[in-house]
């Protein structure tokens, strides 16, 4: 089994910044991509970064592209949401997830493995 811990949520003001931190433990494999999925309350989950097991190639939602940084730590089993310019769109509950399958993590199928979550807060 594999478990994912997720840091770093909070409250912060509109155009503020947060970065999340995700740890992964338990058996791990080397090619399993990892992102960030968020959902807020009466919305639907919805994708938001991803990175491959390289930490080389990024991939983003329009939401937060230009905006939001992932990228994986030098131990390959953690993994970092930088988040700049929030808006209160981006209010919701922030999930770390892995997947030897991309498309589970930017799709709507569910990732193989999922975190408890860390609640991000913009206010206006």
């Known amino acids: 089994q594999v478990q994912l811990v997720e840091s770093g949520g909070g409250l912060v003001q509109a155009g503020g910044s947060l970065s999340l931190s995700c740890a992964a433990s338990?058996?791990?494999?080397?090619?399993?991509?990892m992102g960030w999925l968020r959902q807020a309350p009466g919305k639907e989950r919805e994708f938001v970064a991803a990175i491959d097991w390289s930490g080389s190639i990024t991939y983003y939602a329009d939401s937060a592209k230009g905006r939001f940084t992932i990228s994986r730590g030098n131990a390959k089993n953690t993994v970092f949401l930088q988040m700049n310019s929030l808006k209160p769109d981006d209010t919701a509950v922030y999930y770390c997830a892995t997947d030897g399958r991309l498309v589970r993590i930017t799709g709507t199928q569910e990732p193989e493995y999922w975190g408890q979550g860390t609640q991000v807060t913009v206010s206006s």
């Open positions: 338990g058996r791990t494999f080397s090619r399993y991509f």
